[in-house]
């Protein structure tokens, strides 16, 4: 016999109290409305600009627990949201008025080394995956920030330092349990259902709930490095020439990234550069030889450095490195295609706009490539591979005081960069911006096949609490209006 639901005080707003005992007899999870103990602490998200009410939170154990979520949000016309990790920047995790369909008891992870794969449950989080990969010297691709949630990082396809070594994380996607929209419970794969498969690998948010990853393992018992580079603004020209040459001739176990903004106290370079605008240069090596790594970011001193660290580490330690403390939060993004020096140009004078007057926004370039533009651009619905650098302009901020001008200096930030090179944008860094930017971030002709898989399998688009695909006979006219 399953066990009961824990007892929560209270109904759900517009979920009548019978409703809720009748789902609470054979739900195993917690089931919190409004005024319960733990409510608020379960509705919270990351970007704190995010404060949502939902009429039902379902905290699921299983399987069971969320297809009897979905069927009870469907019969009561109530709308669905999914939390993972609770990391997109726009909370799509929770929803006013609606059941919050939440995995994050669901985390965890089991590994087998001889097969060199590992299963994942779907509230699981990039350092529940990394630490227990690492206990057999294996390691896939998660994200930068280890507190993301590895469902919907891996949906929207999931790059970070393993990327250009081995793949996004969807490439490294074997198998999806995913619970659909009537309830019912399904195993994809590439041979039971290829065209849902692909669609899951890039736009997998938008078919259902995923409540368990195989993923394929790599060999990685090695310690990893990386290092950063200080450049005073003045010189950042051709300090980022040299960058760009380096990542286009660049080991696939090699990372960069860029970011110009305002030096804080912690920087290791003069004291007389705290609180100025400086580009920072990091590089990541993945490789086997820790001492290739460190040679090969040596033509990142090109220009005159301020100053410089390298770090010799663990993997784990590499991704526990980043973590992001709940706090208000607003990007933009890009990918861009063509990098000339107009690009970096337009990419230092939006850093120095931004913190011209007051500390306000960062931008950043990430590097791609590598085995991410080895696959080829139809292997999975993620679009784009032929990117070298996903740009952001970013702002994180604690006083809602500050959400105009935070915001403001953000988009005009991304504006001056994407004006010169925009070849699309990566779906993990969208924001509320439109469905003809949801379309841009896969291209017109995937676009209009994931509006065919989504119209099989959600055709009345329960899941669309997230960047969407409108099945392909519901049109455009319903999707929200971008900024």
């Known amino acids: 016999m399953a066990m009961r639901a824990k007892d929560v005080s209270g109904a759900a707003e517009g979920v009548r109290s019978d409703q809720l005992a009748a789902l609470r007899r054979t739900f195993r999870g917690e089931l919190l409305s409004p005024g319960s103990n733990g409510y608020d602490a379960a509705r919270q998200v990351w970007n704190l600009m995010v404060d949502h009410r939902p009429a039902l939170i379902a905290r699921c154990l299983g399987v069971g627990d969320v297809a009897a979520a979905i069927r009870f949000a469907r019969d009561r016309g109530l709308e669905v949201s999914v939390r993972g990790g609770g990391h997109s920047i726009v909370g799509h995790a929770v929803i006013d008025g609606g059941v919050m369909v939440d ?38 691709t998660g994200g930068v920030a280890y507190d993301t949630g590895v469902a919907g990082y891996t949906l929207g396809g999931g790059y970070g330092w393993l990327a250009r070594r ?7 996607l074997v198998s999806v349990e995913l ?17 849902l498969f692909w669609a899951l690998r890039g736009a997998g948010a938008n078919f259902g709930v995923a409540t368990l990853f195989e993923f394929a393992l790599h060999p990685l018992d090695h310690p990893v490095a990386y290092g950063d580079v200080f450049v005073d603004i003045d010189h950042a020209g051709p300090a980022l020439r040299a960058f760009r040459d380096l990542m286009a001739e660049a080991d696939d176990a090699l990372t960069l990234n860029a970011v110009v903004g305002v030096a804080g106290p912690s920087f290791p370079i003069p004291e007389i550069h705290h609180g100025r605008v400086v580009l920072t240069m990091s590089w990541i ?15 990142l001193h090109a220009a005159p450095v301020l100053g410089e660290r390298v770090v010799r580490t663990s993997y784990v330690d590499l991704q526990t490195g980043a973590e992001r403390i709940r706090q208000r939060a607003y990007w933009k993004s890009s990918l861009l295609r063509e990098v000339g020096d107009d690009v970096l140009d337009a990419f230092v004078a939006a850093g120095v706009t931004a913190n011209a007057n007051d500390e306000l926004a960062t931008v950043e370039l990430i590097a791609l490539g590598g085995a991410i533009a080895r696959h080829g651009e139809d292997d999975s619905a993620y679009g784009h591979r032929d990117a070298v650098f996903d740009f952001l302009a970013i702002s994180t901020w604690t006083d809602a005081a500050e959400d105009g001008a935070r915001m403001s200096a953000a988009r005009t930030a991304w504006q001056q960069v994407a004006q010169t090179s925009d070849a699309g944008v990566y779906v993990n860094n969208l924001g509320l911006e439109g469905v003809e930017r949801v379309r841009q971030a896969y291209g017109a002709e995937k676009f209009e096949r994931l509006t065919r898989v989504k119209r099989r399998v959600d055709p009345d688009n329960i899941f669309r609490h997230n960047q969407n695909i409108p099945p392909a006979s519901f049109g455009l006219a319903r999707q929200s209006k971008g900024h």
Do not use: K, Y
Request: some cysteine; overall charge negative; glycine content about 12%.
């Open 103 to 140: 995995l994050s008891l669901m985390r965890g992870v089991l590994v087998d080394p001889a097969r060199q794969r590992a299963q994942v449950q779907g509230g699981a989080l990039i350092a529940d995956l990394d630490r227990e990969t690492q206990h057999f010297g294996l390691a896939t």
């Open 166 to 172: 081995v793949g996004l994380a969807c490439d490294n």
């Open 179 to 195: 619970v659909t929209a009537d309830g019912s419970r399904e195993v994809v794969t590439a041979e039971s259902d290829a065209e």
């Open 285 to 299: 090596w993945v490789g086997d030889d820790v001492s290739v790594g460190e040679q090969l970011g040596r033509p």
